[in-house]
C-alpha cells in the first residue's frame, strides 16, 4: 500500500485517537496509510514537530544518535556506505537506509527514497 500524504491536521487527529486507545491498524485504513506510519507518529519517529512525542530509539539500535549524524555527514560529503559499515559494524543495508530516509529521518531529516519498480 502506497501512504497517502498526510496533512498536519490528519496528524493530531491520529494522534490524539492513538493516545483515545484508538488501534494502529484501524486508524491506518481509515487515513489510507501504512500501520508503520501510524506507529511512527505513536512513537515520535515521525511528526515530532506536530505531536510533541520525543523519539526514543530502540534498545536495540547498535547506533547512538551521534553516531547517525556522523553517518550522515559521512554520507552528504560522498562517504562509502561499505566503509561506514564496516566502521560503525553494521550492515550496509542499515547505511543505506539511513541514506535513503527509511531509517533514523527524525535525526537526518531526508525525506524517502522509494525504490523503483524495475518491472515498469
Known amino acids: 500500500m502506497a501512504d497517502k500524504v498526510l496533512t498536519e491536521e490528519d496528524v493530531r487527529l491520529i494522534y490524539k485517537a492513538l493516545k483515545d486507545g484508538e488501534?494502529?491498524?484501524?486508524?491506518?485504513r481509515e487515513f489510507g496509510v501504512t500501520q508503520q506510519s501510524i506507529s511512527a507518529i505513536n512513537n515520535g519517529a515521525a511528526w515530532s514537530a506536530v505531536t510533541g512525542?520525543?523519539?526514543?530509539?530502540s534498545r536495540r539500535s547498535q547506533l547512538t544518535v551521534e553516531d547517525v549524524r556522523t553517518i550522515d555527514q559521512a554520507l552528504r560529503a560522498g562517504g562509502s556506505a561499505a566503509a561506514l559499515?564496516?566502521?560503525y559494524s553494521v550492515s550496509e543495508e542499515t547505511i543505506s537506509n539511513i541514506k535513503r530516509g527509511r531509517n533514523w529521518t527524525w535525526v537526518t531529516g531526508r525525506p524517502l527514497i522509494k525504490r523503483r519498480n524495475v518491472n515498469t
Do not use: W, Y
Open 85 to 87: 559499515a564496516k566502521d
Open 23 to 28: 488501534p494502529q491498524g484501524m486508524l491506518a
Open 53 to 57: 512525542e520525543i523519539h526514543k530509539p
